[in-house]
């Protein structure tokens, strides 16, 4: 193999149960987006083996998907998904998320047609400004719902704009809204089985929103909500993302390197190339880094598709084949996916959601005595 992510879903199943433990209620496993770049199939499978109430997704192909891969748990679609695809819903089993009058009316049409039932969450909007109806609103939509034949009310939810940062007041308010909302549904009578709000960061940092279910994604995958919300100590990276050296030369100096030539050589300098690029999901920029036999190098040049290029000159013991890791531990180095975020100027989301389809996906099951938590 040239370049892989290596996925250990131990660490997964280990970030799970500390998930469950912490919140103390059910958890619904966020495996959109191909599992933010680990895999949705097998990280189904893994939380399913776990015991997760749910799993959620953004598109209801992705469930579909993986229904076809024989997942069973109960799937809820946390984005918009339109009339026509309630049979594609039916068929699947899937739970669908709806915040806007006319597609629910669209919902209950499509599903009296099929003659089945569509279990349906209600989006609120509580400050958000994105997906959902405001909560405001939301009593005399939710008795429609709740009246409608072949509709079942089975959620409401919220989602929380601001948990991952230092200043709680955008929270603490969102929930007061949301709260409103559901003292008007318990005294009609209407409050539906699962009432959730929380992602990770809101798992983490305000117990309060927990509810009775809490959707992690980020955590799940080991990865920190943000700077100033960082996992509790105990949670495990999952992915590693890997690649071979596949050529060494020594450049005089005065020679530029890659596109653009945006790097110069002062000296006569021993450059590698790792076989990793772009379309691998690895950032175009002038920011690569690399450990290297346990030592970490710099990129030089700006990084290409396939390739990108680092000095080599402190690792003259290094060999064409060398395996090097762009992020991920080696020896007692490490490289972490919030180092490359910061340097990116992004957040460690986006790293872990560009890897790409071309990589393998090797996964790997370190045992859990290993993780010295
Ligand atoms: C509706 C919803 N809930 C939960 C999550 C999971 O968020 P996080 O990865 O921050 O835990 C997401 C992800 O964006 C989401 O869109």
Known sequence: MMTWFEIDLGAIRNNIR???????????AV?????????????????????????????????????????????????????????????????LTVFHPEAAQGYQNQ??????????????????GRLGMFPEEGLDFIRWVSEQPNLTLDGVFTHLA????????????????????????????????????ANSAGTLYFPK?????????????????????PLPVGFQPAMSFKSRLSSIKTLPPKHGVSYGHRYMTSKAERVGVISAGYADGYRRSDHAFALVRGKRVRGTGIVCMDQ????LDDVPEAKIGDEVILFGQQGGEVITVDELAEAWGTITYEVVCAASAR????????????RGA
């Open 162 to 197: 601001c948990a991952d940062e230092p200043e709680k007041k955008t929270t603490n308010d969102q929930l007061a809204r949301f709260d409103l909302l559901l003292e008007q549904l318990e005294q009609g009578k209407l409050r539906p089985r699962w009432v959730h709000a």
């Open 31 to 95: 495996v959109k987006a191909n599992a933010y770049g680990h895999g949705m199939v097998e990280v189904s499978r893994v939380a399913e083996q776990e015991g997760v109430e749910w799993l959620g997704v953004a598109r209801v192909e992705e469930g579909a998907q993986l229904r076809k891969e024989g997942i069973r748990t109960k799937i809820l679609v946390m984005g918009y998904t339109a009339p026509e695809s309630v049979p594609m819903a039916l068929k699947d089993n899937l739970t």
């Open 209 to 229: 929103a927990r509810y009775d279910l809490v959707r992690p994604g980020i955590a799940i995958y080991g990865q920190n909500p943000s700077p100033q919300a």
């Open 18 to 28: 500390r998930l469950r433990n912490l919140a103390g209620v059910p958890v619904l």
């Open 111 to 128: 599903a009296a047609a099929m003659n089945g039932e569509l279990r349906l969450h209600v989006k609120f909007d509580s400050g958000m």
């Open 359 to 370: 990589p393998f996906r090797l996964y790997i099951d370190r045992a859990e005595d290993n």
């Open 308 to 311: 990108l290029v680092v000095s």
